[in-house]
């Protein structure tokens, strides 16, 4: 039976085909990942009382429950078309759960190494049942990363981390969606910043549809030009960059790579992130900063997210909206801006640290009316 003829949305390489470097015969390994919401704060922004618009881009809404999906598809595609047999990644939880997804499509083998009791039970979970070999290890991510890029020297694993090209291009995606769900650029974007693969990925996205020149060069085979260079603008500007850290973790803003990086955030729970000067080129380029939050403040972001927007996501992702409206109360944001801010990824990664700053808990109720509408009109 062939396919269907209705529409149905088949992921950011279908979509973006002629921006990105996918051969033409290449069997594309998808979840049908990206086409995320880019939902408006208005309560938030009601409430701070400035006359801007907040948007956030909820990457929880890709299959595996964060951005990562949208890098992952292109180097699990890539690699697969070169016949690797097993990819492999250092990872504080996220990029392990879309490795090991995007695997058991392709049909080969993930090495997944984590921080051992460092990483969100939903994402080893994830990484578990997809059927990645997990590796966890008395080091931290950044130990992790240095492994995973001497181990592929000596043995038959394609890097599947953001030091490999494909997966900042498959994350550029996102800066092309928000520009097509707002018919402009953003005047301000933030994110969290770890690895700083992302920051990285959005820039590159940025200046590809204000076609600029993009931060990195790709060559599809055959062909001598990069291939990001033939495009027409498709709008005139790029957003400021804002990039925020946890405040122990957060080489950015030190200016130096940190030895120990400690947050609640484990996912950017990061010292000596791989795409350094990418990030550097973002934050000078767009004019734009780095900054960090306490975990006090990233928790308290992550509920106010919760409780006056519905939206659920991680503390790492949090940080992007504490960061920003922190820098809108402190002034430093014109009325009028159009700002957006990545969530990325989804709440339910790590429902303990969420249980566990709850201020209420269950109410024990009898099974009865009488009882549950007592607890109606004792917490109206
Ligand atoms: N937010 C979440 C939820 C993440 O999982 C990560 C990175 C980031 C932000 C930071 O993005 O590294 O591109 O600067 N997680 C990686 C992982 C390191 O292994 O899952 P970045």
Redesign the pocket.
């Known amino acids: 039976m062939g396919d269907l003829e209705g529409f149905r949305y088949s992921g950011l390489i279908e979509r973006y085909r002629d921006r990105l470097p996918v051969d033409k015969d290449s069997k594309i390994i998808s979840l049908s990942e990206g086409d995320t919401p880019l939902i408006r704060l208005d309560n938030l922004m009601g409430e701070i009382g400035h006359d801007i618009q907040l948007y956030a881009k909820f990457e929880g809404a890709n299959p595996t429950g ?1 951005f ?1 999906d949208r890098g992952m598809t292109m180097a699990v595609t890539q690699a697969a078309n070169e016949g690797a047999q097993a990819i492999i990644c250092a ?6 759960a879309s490795a090991a997804a995007y695997a058991a499509r392709a049909g080969i083998k993930a090495f997944v190494i984590i921080p051992e009791g460092k990483i969100a039970l939903g994402k080893l979970a994830q990484a578990m049942i997809q059927g990645a070999i997990v590796l966890q290890i008395e080091g931290n ?1 950044d130990d992790g990363m240095q492994i995973v890029k001497d181990i592929a020297d000596v043995a038959p694993v394609k890097i599947v981390n ?1 030091v490999n090209p494909y997966r900042l291009q498959g994350q550029k995606t996102a800066s092309f969606e928000i520009i097509d769900a707002l018919g402009r650029a953003p005047d301000y974007h933030a994110l ?8 990285s990925a959005y820039w590159a996205g940025f200046c590809e549809y204000a076609a600029k020149q993009p931060v990195q060069e790709y060559r599809r085979a055959g062909e001598s030009e990069p291939f990001a260079y033939k495009f027409a603008p498709v709008v005139d500007s790029v957003p400021v960059i804002c990039g925020y850290q946890a405040e122990l973790a957060n080489p950015f803003v030190q200016r130096e790579m940190i030895v120990e990086p400690e947050t609640i955030a484990t ?2 729970r ?1 010292g000596r ?1 791989q795409s350094w000067e990418f990030a550097w080129a973002a934050h000078d380029e767009s004019g734009g900063w780095f900054d960090s939050l306490s975990d006090h403040e990233i928790l308290q972001a992550q509920a106010l997210l919760a409780e006056r927007e519905g939206l659920f996501c ?1 503390p ?2 949090a940080i992007s909206v504490g960061g920003i409206l922190r820098d809108i109360r402190r002034g430093k944001i014109a009325d009028g801006s159009v700002i957006t801010a990545t969530l ?2 989804h709440g339910l990664k790590d429902p303990d640290t969420a249980i566990q700053q709850c201020k209420t808990s269950p109410l024990s109720v009898s099974a009865n009316v009488d009882s549950v509408k007592r607890a109606i009109l004792d917490n109206l």
């Not at 990872?91 to 392990?96: L, P, R, V």
């Not at 969290?192 to 920051?199: D, R």
């Open positions: 964060s990562k990872s504080t939880g996220n990029t392990s991510f953001s969290p910043v770890g690895n700083a693969g992302n920051i996912a950017i990061i992130p991680e790492a992702s990325t990824g």
